[in-house]
């Protein structure tokens, strides 16, 4: 479990990340914005990657657990997924996606940190899985895709997707949430209604 001072560098850390992106962080910068010395980053992060990693880990682990209890909820699998599309925007609000948008181009470059990033993705990926599943059993086959080729083609569509908003088009924004949208609209034409 994380300290105060940890948390408060972490807070600081996302607030920096968010302002500077990954490239210009500051360590410094951020020891400042926590209140704590620069040594506090080092102590409890080993350094500028360890202490965004650890922000992100923080942040994913918390973002899987919702969403493995929104899609556990006794609900329509298309109300589920419409569910996921509305998070979305929490996400982006939030900062997750910059963050892990930042240490995904930071892993191109960082073995480390791409196989990180890699099993962060991967609790993603094995949610989407488990939902994939449940759909094959209720809706029967899934055509030439297995669950496992279905949660990959979901998760990238919204990592993707993410990007592209990210990269602040209008036009492009609106194209991604609405196909993202679509896939609900298929959900629900298996559920029948």
Not at 93 to 120: C, F, I, K, N, T
Not at 159 to 169: A, F, K, N, V
Request: aromatic share 6%; proline share 2%; hydrophobic share 45%.
């Amino acid at each position: 479990m994380a300290t105060d001072t940890a948390i408060k560098i972490m807070e600081s850390a996302r607030s920096c990340l968010l302002a500077d992106g990954y490239a210009n962080l500051s360590t410094r910068k951020v020891a400042e914005g926590a209140g704590v010395p620069l040594s506090q980053i080092h102590y409890h992060f080993g350094g500028k990657r360890g202490m965004v990693l650890a922000l992100l880990d923080h942040e994913n682990r918390r973002l899987i657990g919702r969403q493995q209890q929104m899609y556990a909820a006794q609900v329509p699998l298309s109300k589920r997924y419409e569910e996921a599309c509305d998070l979305l925007d929490d996400d982006l609000a939030s900062g997750y996606v910059r963050v892990l948008q930042e240490m995904v181009a930071a892993g191109w470059s960082d073995d480390e940190v791409a196989r990180q990033v890699l099993a962060m993705l991967q609790g993603w990926m094995d949610v989407l899985e488990d939902v994939a599943r449940e759909a094959e059993e209720r809706f029967g086959s899934l055509g030439p895709f297995t669950a496992a080729d279905v949660a990959v083609l979901v998760g990238l569509s919204f990592l993707g997707g993410e990007t592209m908003i990210l990269l602040g088009d209008d036009g492009w924004t609106q194209r991604v949430r609405g196909a993202l949208r679509r896939v609900g609209d298929l959900i629900r034409a298996a559920e029948g209604s």
